[in-house]
Structures are given as structure tokens and as C-alpha cells.
């Protein structure tokens, strides 16, 4: 079976500063991990994704996450927050059917920027 | 990269009746395409898994005869909701497998999402 948990449904930074959203998952499999965005009405567009090259992964709009396998966590970062990041993060771990990956979700982290 | 098509964005209804929302794959074939619900505030959950020229694979928990799930062609599934009820207000999203590729494969393109009302 697998998880992922999303420790904070709510951040607030200020505009300017560094942006980190922590996730944690939980998988039989060697995962693959990904960071979805969802603005407000929005469908849910991909930041990032890992799947076991780099650790690193540098994605869209200056954000990247780590793979750490040993404390189980994929955190978001960001050096700088911009007001348009305000949205809705979500931590997901796919799994794959043979054909597709159904993925399953993190309850998501609301993130706030502030003037 | 791949775009998925959701209609309608919104759609407001009474109890008792159906709604269809639509799911196109708008530049690229999907055999399989996937049903999401989000309840507010709340994270995104698998319904179903519709499969072109097969039946659907519901999650567990999930009413088949509720949640109709057609997979008409490669670039079309429609998700019907029979005889609706307040309940059954949500948001419903739809998404798609990317292109072929092994690292395309775990990618999935998400519609914008489908808000359903019932009165």
C-alpha cells in the first residue's frame, strides 16, 4: 500500500521568502513522486516530478524537491515566494498499473503569500 | 505538452436528475482515463478507472450504478451522474495518462475540473 502525507494544510509566507511544503510518503514500491498546483478553478498543473534519476528535480516557476529516502520525504522549496504561487500544493505518489499510474494524493497544503 | 478537455467547467442541477460531464484528450489518445472527486478542502480520490472499449474499474466504495462511466473512443470518457442528489455535489476532475514513453507514463494531464451543485 502506499501514502503520502502532507504535514501542514496551511502555510503563510511572506512575499519574498524562502517556501518550504513538507511531504512524507509511504510505499512497497520504489516510488515516483510528483508535486501537482491548483489555482482556484483551475485544473491541476505538474511542477515536478521524481522518478529515481536525479534526487534533486528542478521544476516549473523555480521550484524543486529532494528525495530523501531515508526520512521517506519529497519537501517542496522555493528560495523566493511570488504572489502568484498562492494555490494549493499537493504531494502525490504514483503507482504503476502495467498501462497507467494511478496515483494517490496528499490531503494538499494551502499556501498563503503575504505583502 | 498534452491537453485534457473537461465539460462543462459548472453545471447546477435538481435533485433526481442526471448530469453528464465530459473528458477529451484534445492532441493525443488516452485507452485509459481516470475520474477524481474532491470534496472541499479536502484531497483529490480516485473514483474510477475508465478503460476505452471496456468496462470502468471502480475504487471500492464506489457506486458503479451511481457514477456511469463511458470510454466511447480513444480521446472521449463521459462520467454520468444518475439521479443526483445534494450529496453527490463536488468536484469532479478527469485526467489522462501522458504520451508514450516510459518516464511519460507516470505523467497524467488533469482537465480543469467539473463543479457539480444539486439543489
Known amino acids: 500500500a502506499q501514502s503520502v502525507t502532507q504535514l501542514d494544510s496551511h502555510v503563510s509566507v511572506s512575499e519574498g521568502t524562502p517556501v518550504l511544503l513538507r511531504c512524507n510518503y509511504s510505499s512497497s514500491y520504489s516510488p515516483s513522486l510528483f508535486w501537482y498546483v491548483q489555482h482556484p478553478n483551475k485544473g491541476l498543473q505538474l511542477l515536478l516530478k521524481?522518478?529515481?534519476?536525479?534526487?534533486l528535480v528542478k521544476g516549473i516557476n523555480g521550484f524543486e524537491a529532494e528525495f530523501k529516502k531515508s526520512e521517506t520525504s519529497f519537501h517542496l522549496t522555493k528560495p523566493s515566494a511570488h504572489m502568484s504561487d498562492a494555490a494549493e500544493y499537493f504531494c502525490v505518489v504514483s503507482f504503476d498499473t502495467g498501462t497507467a499510474s494511478k496515483l494517490t494524493f496528499g490531503t494538499g497544503t494551502r499556501l498563503q503569500v503575504t505583502l | 505538452g498534452a491537453v485534457v478537455s473537461q465539460h462543462p467547467s459548472r453545471v447546477i442541477c435538481k435533485s433526481g436528475t442526471s448530469v453528464k460531464i465530459e473528458c477529451r484528450s484534445l492532441d493525443f489518445q488516452a485507452t485509459t482515463m481516470f475520474w477524481y472527486r474532491q470534496f472541499p478542502k479536502k484531497s483529490l480520490m480516485l473514483m474510477a478507472t475508465?478503460?476505452?472499449?471496456?468496462?470502468?474499474?471502480?475504487e471500492q466504495g464506489v457506486e458503479k450504478d451511481k457514477f456511469l462511466i463511458n470510454h466511447a473512443s480513444l480521446t472521449l470518457s463521459t462520467l454520468t451522474v444518475t439521479s443526483a442528489h445534494p450529496e453527490d455535489s463536488s468536484f469532479y476532475i478527469c485526467?489522462?495518462?501522458?504520451?508514450?514513453?516510459?518516464?511519460?507514463?507516470?505523467?497524467?494531464?488533469f482537465g480543469a475540473g467539473t463543479r457539480l451543485s444539486v439543489l
Open positions: 475508465s478503460n476505452e472499449g471496456s468496462k470502468a474499474t471502480y
Open positions: 521524481y522518478t529515481s534519476a536525479a534526487t
Open positions: 485526467s489522462a495518462p501522458g504520451l508514450a514513453g516510459e518516464l511519460a507514463k507516470n505523467i497524467q494531464y
